[in-house]
């Protein structure tokens, strides 16, 4: 069965920081990857997707990044924090054939509290 | 633009009890997707229940399951039996064919009270 991770589970960090969030699947090949981030009481906002190896998709243009530098492995970068970085961070996986690549599952999340 | 609406931000349940959760959406797409997840308070999305547009038949997945009303826009979700375990945001969600983009509702939270 397929199975995501994400690392680290909370993060605390000072405004200017970097940040590096990671996220691995197991158990399927050459999946689609996505990171969204939920904001204290809001719903979900799509950042960063990905089809494939080195191939990056974004939705809302910010101080964040993404880079997929192996098949299952997602990474979710930023080179200064803001205080408006701050949130709950989902990594989510998705088939990419057989009529069930609509369907996301989602990892356990990370939060992050910039201060 | 696609469009996913719940009404209800709040609601509670007595534990055995049955409760319904309201969902509406907006598309000009023909194929497409809705989901329900719920998201506990260890905050984890999980996926609990998926219903494709051309397919008439509700989803059910063992306590939980939906009323899909196509020509209303309307997916809602039924909980029977409801358990403490339930308690949780749930999510309504959309997608359509060949789109990355997961399209979520605000969110209700759904208390089971003992």
Not at chain 1, 65 to 73: C, L
Not at chain 2, 5 to 34: F, G, H, I, R
Not at chain 2, 59 to 67: D, G, H, I, K, L
């Amino acid at each position: 069965s397929q199975t995501i991770h994400q690392w680290p589970a909370t993060l605390v960090q000072p405004v200017g920081s970097p940040l590096s969030l990671e996220c691995t699947v197991e158990g399927t090949s050459n999946p689609n990857l996505y990171w969204y981030r939920q904001a204290a009481g809001r719903g979900l906002q799509l950042l960063f997707y990905s089809v494939g190896i080195g191939q990056i998709s974004s939705e809302v243009p910010q101080n964040l990044s993404a880079s997929r530098p192996q098949d299952r492995q997602f990474i979710l970068s930023s080179k200064k924090l803001l205080l408006s970085d701050s949130g709950f961070y989902l990594c989510a996986w998705s088939e990419t054939s057989g009529g069930a690549q609509e369907t996301q599952y989602f990892g356990p999340g990370t939060r992050l509290l910039v201060l | 633009a696609q469009t996913v609406t719940q009404s209800q931000p709040e609601m509670s349940v007595q534990e055995a009890e049955t409760v319904t959760l309201s969902c509406t959406y907006d598309t000009s797409e023909n194929n497409y997707y809705l989901f329900w997840y719920k998201q506990p308070p260890s905050r984890q999305m999980i996926l609990v229940i998926r219903q494709e547009a051309y397919k008439q038949q509700n989803a059910t997945e063992n306590r939980f399951s939906v009323n899909f009303q196509k020509a209303a826009k309307s997916f809602s979700l039924k909980i029977s039996d409801s358990q403490l375990g339930d308690t949780a945001m749930y999510f309504c969600a959309f997608t359509w064919a060949g789109s990355y983009q997961l399209t979520f509702g605000k969110g209700t939270k759904l208390s089971v009270i003992p």
